[in-house]
């Protein structure tokens, strides 16, 4: 009868003073769902712009990875000049590089999509179950900057690719398919690659293999 009770397990103890911390990204959580949630007006038909949804939807398909990587595949083969090809050889490195690292950070984080999204999606895989990051967002910043970097373009034409990489990005709240912060995740990602696909630039000096093939 004298003997000290035993502790509550942590998970039976009152937390009476939450961290600074928990409660700031609480916050920012919630805030988060409820304004993807309230931009989400691309959701279904009887959202309050339902009527562009089928615009969204076509948006959607332009920054998907299988035209990119398809597209890419196929400028490749057609290419009969040395310096395009090294270029298309490392868009294609890019988009590889793209398709993994949002699959494992999917994988890892496995935040599920906002409840309002309609699985009706073009050609999805296992992990576009989850949401966390935006694989469209990272790939229209990702191809945004390789064009931009890499390509000659008129300055109305650069305009338009930012343009496009904006309008995909926003496409895919208004859709429903994903909240704020896994779009704004996904942008960043996808800046930070374009940096490794620079770092690791494919060439014939460091890759004569590969170059060879084509």
Same mark, same amino acid.
């Given at each position: 009868s004298g003997a000290a009770a035993a502790p509550l397990p942590e998970e039976d103890c009152m937390k009476l003073n939450p961290s600074f911390v928990g $409660?700031?990204? #609480? %916050?920012?959580? &919630? $805030?988060? =769902?409820? !304004? #993807? @949630?309230? =931009?989400?007006?691309?959701a279904g038909e009887g959202s309050a712009w339902g009527s562009a949804r089928p615009l969204m939807k076509v948006i959607e398909v332009s920054g998907h990875g299988i035209p990119w990587l398809l597209g890419t595949f196929y400028g490749l083969c057609q290419s009969? %000049? %040395?310096?395009?090809?090294?270029?298309?050889?490392?868009?294609?490195? !890019?988009?590889?590089?793209?398709?993994?690292? *949002?699959? *494992? *950070? @999917? /994988?890892?984080? @496995?935040?599920?999509?906002p409840t309002h999204n309609k699985m009706d999606m073009f050609v999805t895989i296992s992990v576009d179950k989850y949401s966390f990051p935006s /694989?469209?967002?990272?790939? &229209? &910043?990702? *191809?945004?900057?390789f064009v931009l970097r890499h390509l000659v373009l008129a300055v109305p034409l650069r305009v338009l690719v930012v343009l496009w990489a904006l309008i995909v990005s926003i496409s895919r709240v208004m859709l429903g398919r994903h909240n704020m912060t896994d779009v704004l995740f996904g942008l960043l990602l996808g800046y930070a690659l374009y940096g490794v696909v620079e770092h690791c630039w494919l060439s014939p000096a460091t890759a004569p293999t590969l170059f060879a093939l084509w």
């Open positions: $409660i700031a990204l #609480s %916050s920012l959580l &919630a $805030i988060d =769902l409820w !304004a #993807s @949630k309230r =931009l989400g007006v691309c009969d %000049s %040395s310096a395009a090809r090294e270029v298309l050889l490392n868009l294609l490195f !890019a988009l590889l590089l793209d398709l993994v690292m *949002v699959a *494992v *950070v @999917k /994988g890892l984080v @496995k935040r599920p999509r /694989g469209h967002a990272t790939r &229209a &910043a990702l *191809v945004c900057r």
